[in-house]
């Protein structure tokens, strides 16, 4: 936090600052979701077909049966772009999301 050297007037500037991940783009990310008692088997499924396009149904029920009886479940493996950006849009739908390396 700095303040504004403006004649007194004590207006405080917030610096932001971002952290950035090292990423290495040969590596690829599993999406993992977790189990989730907000929301119904059968939301859990279509929010993974409506999020991630190339899930078939069976998948998608296999992936949330995974989260229900093991805690979490793999939804796929992608390179770190993508990985983010299906996680973030797991996240936006309600669901516990989170990546790992592979």
């Known amino acids: 936090l700095s303040t504004g050297g403006g004649g007194g007037r004590g207006a405080a500037v917030l610096e932001r600052t971002t952290v950035k991940r090292k990423v290495d783009p040969g590596k690829r990310y599993k999406v993992l979701i977790f189990n989730n008692e907000m929301h119904s088997k059968e939301e859990?499924?279509?929010?993974?077909?409506r999020t991630v396009p190339e899930l078939s149904p069976p998948a998608a029920r296999a992936i949330m049966e995974a989260a229900h009886t093991q805690g979490f479940g793999v939804v796929g493996v992608w390179i770190f772009e993508m990985a983010?950006?299906?996680c973030d849009l797991l996240r936006s739908n309600g669901l516990k999301s989170?990546?790992?390396e592979e």
């Open 84 to 86: 983010e950006a299906y």
């Open 98 to 100: 989170d990546l790992e």
């Open 44 to 49: 859990v499924v279509k929010i993974l077909l």
